[in-house]
């Protein structure tokens, strides 16, 4: 373990980036051989506008990287944050409750903020208005959506406490479940289903892609879905059941549209009736 967290803190911008290409392009290969759903699309036309926001927000994480830097550094030297005024532990065990607390932080808890204040919702649907969802739809979030989160992993760090090489951990494993949980591929249902008992399966997430609430608004976890389950957001739905997107906002031509999708956050609309309807 010691070896691992030494590693991590000062792991190279190389190998960062070999995690989120190498990831991607396994799923993407995975999702031509085990597809959960057979797309009529032409996958790369699709992926543009998903990786131009994959770009803006590596660009966005890039430049504000010195805050998570600093902020880790502080809290390490002040001893402050949540794992650093429990009791000593073993090292795994340390490492493991401040990736599983910074989960909460920087993945659950502002994804369940965005679904529950109206402008935050408005800046986070252009995750939500893809209407074929595989790997590529994984890091397809508006440049100020990039600027929350980043925030919210800010506000992780500071009340977990957790050094640089935790952050680091939580960061490549955030990218590659989100990738995961995105990529359209087909689990056996038993294996996903004993799966999401410990950590989001592809199953479980895509619940969270359903047009229609309440499925919508279920499943903000990223990583493990003690959350979830936790406080009361987990929900199922049968993947066969799925129809991604967002019931008021179905063109899909404009939310395939790279313009359209930047203009977004910034256009009105009032949640219709239908949209409050569960599904039966």
Known sequence: ME???KYFETIPSLHRSLVLVGGLTFFWL?????????????????AVPNLFFTLTTITINFALAFLLLRLSDWVTVNNFGIINWLPEMALW??????VILLDFFGAYLAHYVEHKIKPLWMVHLVHHTDHKVDTTTANRHHPIESLIRFAFTLLGVFLV???IALVMIYQAMSLIFTQFTHANIKMPKRLDKALSYFIVSPDMHKVHHHYRLPYTDSNYGNIFSVWDRLLGTYRYLDREKLIYGVDVFPDEVKNSNLKELLKQPFQNYEKTTL???IDN
């Open 30 to 46: 995975l999702e031509g051989s085990l597809p959960l759903f057979n797309y009529k699309y032409k996958k790369w036309k699709h």
């Open 93 to 98: 065990l340390y490492a493991l409750l401040g």
């Open 275 to 277: 949209s409050t309807k």
């Open 3 to 5: 070896t691992i967290i």
């Open 161 to 163: 406490g957790t050094p």
